[in-house]
């Protein structure tokens, strides 16, 4: 794992920002896995500020979002399709074609779950997957248990999740139970991954992920085991790494 200590959010979201343009840029057609929640909101921000000057362009890009919550449609403004359409995809000349996250609509699991998977495998490798971590050490949806699961699959919520998810919905009780999300093996196929944190309230996961035994205890720390896996972390996430 490389560490690329940031000072704070706002400089990791240049950073981010910078590794995904430069991935774009290097190569035109890039296969980007993306994230939602807070952590990359700066970097999407920054990339779309680079793409108005006309310094990246996003038209032969694909995408695949790690997750979505089930039983949410893409019109839903709390679901993971929006978040991507109106925090990023709306504002740069991206295909929407080629733009693709779970499909929470379906309610049959193993069916949406399957589409995903063949979805990916007929891609290939994504040439660079963007994560951030939850507070209990997760990637996409993939919550502490006693495995690591593989293809994408319908994903109980921890109880600490819904707690940490809920600041964004109007009450806990409109946190969907459940989701879709990648599974490890998804995530690891990807060429290189960049795992971004800010805040204090991750420094435990991210000493866990960088530190602690690999274990499905700490989803993230499987990415130990990744050839070429960038952290990208400010001072706060990174204080209990010494
Ligand atoms: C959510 C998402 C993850 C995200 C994580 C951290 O539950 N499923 O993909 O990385 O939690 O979110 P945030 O960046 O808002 O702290």
């Known amino acids: 794992m490389r560490i690329i200590r940031c000072k704070d959010y706002d400089d990791m979201s240049r950073k981010t920002a910078n590794i995904i343009s430069a991935q774009v840029i290097l190569k035109p057609n890039a296969k980007l896995g993306l994230a939602t929640g807070t952590t990359p909101i700066g970097a999407y921000k920054q990339l779309i500020a680079w793409y108005n000057k006309g310094d990246v362009d996003f038209s032969e890009v694909s995408t695949y979002n790690l997750d979505e919550y089930l039983g949410l449609g893409p019109d839903d403004p709390q679901s993971y399709r929006y978040f991507m359409n109106d925090t990023f995809f709306n504002h740069i000349n991206i295909d929407k074609a080629k733009t693709h996250v779970p499909d929470g609509s379906n309610l049959d699991a193993e069916a949406a779950c399957a589409a995903y998977d063949e979805l990916m495998a007929a891609a290939g490798p994504l040439d660079l997957q963007l994560l951030g971590i939850g507070r209990n050490g997760h990637v996409?949806?993939?919550e502490p248990g006693d495995s690591f699961s593989k293809g994408t699959h319908c994903v109980e919520l921890a109880e600490s999740t819904i707690q940490a998810n809920s600041r964004l919905f109007d009450s806990i009780d409109d946190v969907p139970r459940k989701a879709y999300s990648m599974g490890v093996q998804n995530i690891m196929s990807a060429k290189t991954i960049l795992i971004a944190a800010s805040g204090a309230d991750k420094a435990q996961a991210v000493y866990d992920m960088i530190y602690g035994p690999v274990s499905p205890q700490c989803t993230a720390s499987i990415l130990q085991l990744?050839?070429?896996?960038?952290?990208?972390?400010?001072?706060?996430?990174?204080?209990?790494?010494k």
């Open 140 to 142: 996409g949806f993939n």
């Open 226 to 241: 990744h050839a070429d896996c960038f952290v990208v972390a400010d001072e706060a996430a990174l204080s209990l790494c």
